[in-house]
């Protein structure tokens, strides 16, 4: 069983940097793609980046440029720069997703099996 956790949200002002982290226990979950994805409150969950095994990676073209997706061992990463107010969301580590992504793949949360409980990212302008 698959088990993520992230960390690292919090309150910044626009222009700011933000790095969240997401913590992967168990198994399961190998060979397949993560991803970041934030809801904002009364809106669907949207994709924001993924990664696959290959490392190759995807992002909406609304963070494309300033959050970059990577990963270490058994962590992913979301490094968020030059963060706007439209940033502001929940903010959901997944995994357990596609076998293999391309940089135009449009990540979509219902192809993502396990999920974090999310975490707060704050932009005031």
């Known amino acids: 069983q698959v088990q993520l956790t992230e960390s690292g949200g919090g309150s910044v002002q626009a222009g700011g940097s933000l790095r969240l982290s997401c913590a992967i226990s168990g198994s399961g979950y190998s060979g397949r793609a993560m991803g970041w994805f934030r809801q904002i409150q009364g809106q669907e969950r949207e994709g924001v980046a993924a990664m696959d095994v290959d490392e190759i990676t995807t992002y909406a073209s609304a963070v494309k440029g300033r959050f970059s997706i990577s990963r270490e061992k058994n962590i992913l990463y979301l490094q968020m720069r030059n963060l706007k107010a439209e940033d502001t969301a929940v903010y959901y580590c997944?995994?357990?997703?596609?076998?293999?992504?391309?940089?135009?793949?449009?990540?979509?949360?219902?192809?993502?099996?396990?999920w974090g409980q999310g975490t707060q990212v704050t932009v005031s302008s």
């Open positions: 997944a995994a357990v997703g596609p076998l293999f992504i391309t940089p135009s793949t449009r990540i979509e949360s219902a192809e993502f099996a396990v």
